[in-house]
């Protein structure tokens, strides 16, 4: 098997873009990675791109084709991949299989959800299929309550706080308002989060990820040619994905989510690495809660100790890690299916030493972990300079 | 969910009387009805099993901002209810306000409607819980 690295990166800015569709955005993304990587378009022998409901959203299917045919890359195959919220990361994953068995040398892997076009109760109703839509949405679950619930089951069994989960957004906000990336690159105080309108108790709305148009890419290649393609290219250590029930009140514990723990032990366990090992992250911040459980599953902090870790400003600069330089998907945004991937492109800018204003010092090894519906797919790698 | 009459006719077992399955080979209940043990894959026994309908509060919220359908209900208090049996399922608690019921609290089974669609569609019907005193 073949060592893969990331030879180029580019997004697009997310947010609500009114003047961009779906094709504009992905192709605006990917014109940036290839231009990073200094390719004409012609090295390019596969893609993969991570999207999860553009039949729903814009009622266009059939993504892989129209993306090949846009970017001007037919015949080149390009192929959709779909696992939810955690859709980009999988794209990836997929990329780096296909260059590491030898298959394809230079694989784009792309990540795009195109959501305003639509109305918030619409939306709502979309990204809800992301759960059980039978035995959870169709009862009366929406995904903000589904995470209600595993937050109130983590205030519950370990005292989590309120104002734990909304010291997340505050961080988040923090860091997006340095990113030129970000859909709201502003500060927020924990009375904003606290005040705002309940949403599912205890998650209010700015305990939420917002609705974002927005699209990421990047180039990878095998390790043996990266360097003749990009100054810096960047390591792939480790993909591992993991599943779990679709519903999240089968799962045993409402308090983490076991593939994401499952994910990342097989990551560290391939490498030898460990979460001491990690200075900065990508997490899924879908709701506060959520990066609460991350941290948690992650190793950085032990069970129960993720709410008062953030509270304490453990996960900003200066402390033991650097959690969400993006903003995560609360600042920066979370156009579904690109999330996976815009984590993958910040990871990289973070280990380039290019990151401007949020920049963390000394980054040896980074990780991303994107999870799709309440839990149901997780997937986690692991990044370093090569 | 709008649409189709048959995927809610095919799902009244369960969504009426709770029936659910049971593996007699390591004794896990399942609701809903699954045909393969998560435990014991092929090894597995399954039979059809009707749920008592008694459970306890597992974890609980309030939900404020409604998916289409059920506009009319907010707030209403959803669960994640943990079946006597050991079954956990997702339902709305009824006739309570979220002050009034916690983690641990015990709740029975009751036949609601859940959605209506719009005022000339279609009235789906199913399970909700109700807190016990
Ligand atoms: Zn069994």
Known sequence: ?386 | MKGSIALHWRRIPERYRLEGTHCETCDSYYFPARRICRKCRRKGRIVPYKFSGKGRIYSLTEIHSAPEGLEDQIPYVLAVVELEEGARCTAQIVDVRKKDIKIGDGVEMVFRVVQREDPEGLISYGFKFRKLH
């Open chain 1, 1 to 386: 098997m073949r060592q893969v690295a990331i030879i180029g990166v580019g997004m697009t800015r997310f947010g609500e873009h009114w003047d961009k569709g779906f094709r504009d955005l992905v192709t605006e993304a990917g014109l940036n990675a290839l231009k990073d990587a200094g390719l004409s378009g012609n090295e390019i022998s596969a893609g993969y791109v991570g999207t999860m409901a553009p039949g729903s959203l814009i009622g266009q299917e059939h993504a892989g084709a129209l993306i090949a045919d846009y970017m001007g890359l037919n015949p080149v195959p390009i192929t959709r991949v779909e696992g939810a919220c955690a859709s980009g990361a999988l794209a990836l994953r997929q990329g780096i299989m296909a260059v590491a068995s030898g298959i394809h040398d230079i694989v784009v892997i792309g990540g795009v959800e195109k959501m305003n076009d639509l109305g918030t109760a619409a939306v709502s109703r979309i990204l809800g299929g992301a759960g059980d839509q039978e035995w959870e949405l169709f009862l009366g679950a929406t995904f903000p309550g589904l995470y209600a619930l595993m937050a109130k089951r983590h205030m519950h069994e370990y005292g989590t706080t309120e104002e734990m989960l909304a010291s997340a957004a505050v961080k988040n906000h923090k860091h997006g308002a340095k990113n030129p990336y970000a859909q709201f690159q502003k500060e927020i105080t924990m009375e904003t989060v606290l005040n705002s309108k309940m949403v599912a108790d205890p998650l209010k709305m700015f305990d939420c990820s917002p609705i974002t148009d927005g699209a990421a890419a990047l180039v990878l290649a095998p390790v043996e040619t990266a360097e003749s393609y990009s100054k810096k290219p960047i390591e792939l250590l480790a993909t591992d994905q993991a599943t779990d029930t679709l519903a999240l009140h089968d799962r045993s514990s409402l308090t983490g989510i076991k593939a994401a723990e499952i994910a990342s032990k097989a990551a560290y366990k391939k490498t030898g690495l460990g979460p001491k090992d990690i200075q900065v992250a990508e997490v899924h911040d879908c709701f506060t809660i959520a990066e609460i459980m991350a941290i948690e599953d992650l190793g950085f902090f032990k069970k129960g100790e993720g709410g008062k870790a953030t509270l304490e400003g453990r996960t900003t600069f200066g402390g033991d890690v650097v959690i969400n330089t993006s903003g995560g998907l609360k600042a920066a945004g979370h156009p579904v299916g690109a999330t996976g991937v815009k984590q993958a492109v910040e990871i990289t800018w973070q280990l380039r030493g290019e990151a401007e204003g949020r920049q963390v010092k000394d980054v040896e090894v980074g990780l991303t972990h994107n999870v799709g519906g309440s839990g149901a797919t997780a997937v986690v790698h692991l990044y370093r300079r090569l």
